[in-house]
């Protein structure tokens, strides 16, 4: 068994596909309309036929419940692996990119904190 799609919820696919694509750098995978949404997947250009992050509409009221709970406690919803988070953050930040948590020291990791832009809290990490 292995993991084959994640999630994170978008309060619009369109934006969340810019962000992710044109800012972080992930590869548009997947992209059919079902109705008002799309099903829509990113993946690292690394890996294309590794795992693929759906960008999920938020439609469902828990979701923005949920979400808006971790944003304002400082909780990141999920976890991208980067070789070298100031490298990163650096890059990220020449692209405007909003970060709430700078480059950090934590143990044997090192990590950072972005907004995505589409009510969700991201971090980068990287093992030192």
Same mark, same amino acid.
């Given at each position: 068994?292995? /993991?084959?799609? *994640?999630? +994170?919820?978008?309060d ?9 694509? $044109? ?12 109705? $008002?949404?799309?099903?829509? *997947? +990113?993946?690292?250009?690394?890996? =294309?036929?590794? /795992? $693929? ?15 808006? %709970?971790?944003v304002?406690?400082? /909780?990141?919803?999920?976890?991208? %692996? ?19 948590? =700078? ?7 090192? *990590?950072a904190?972005?907004?995505? *832009?589409?009510?969700?809290? /991201?971090?980068? %990490? %990287?093992?030192?």
């Amino acid at each position: 068994m292995r /993991i084959n799609l *994640t999630s +994170v919820y978008v309060d619009d696919q369109a934006k969340a596909l810019a962000f992710y694509t $044109e800012k972080l750098g992930f590869v548009k995978k997947t992209d059919v309309p079902t109705g $008002e949404y799309r099903w829509l *997947t +990113v993946v690292s250009p690394e890996d =294309p036929q590794g /795992i $693929e992050l759906v960008l999920e509409p938020a439609a469902h009221p828990a979701s923005g419940q949920f979400k808006d %709970a971790l944003v304002r406690d400082g /909780i990141p919803f999920t976890s991208f %692996a980067v070789d070298d988070v100031q490298a990163e953050y650096e890059r990220l930040g020449a692209l405007g990119v909003s970060f709430t948590q =700078p480059p950090t020291e934590m143990g044997p990791v090192t *990590t950072a904190v972005l907004d995505d *832009t589409c009510g969700n809290l /991201i971090q980068i %990490a %990287a093992m030192r």
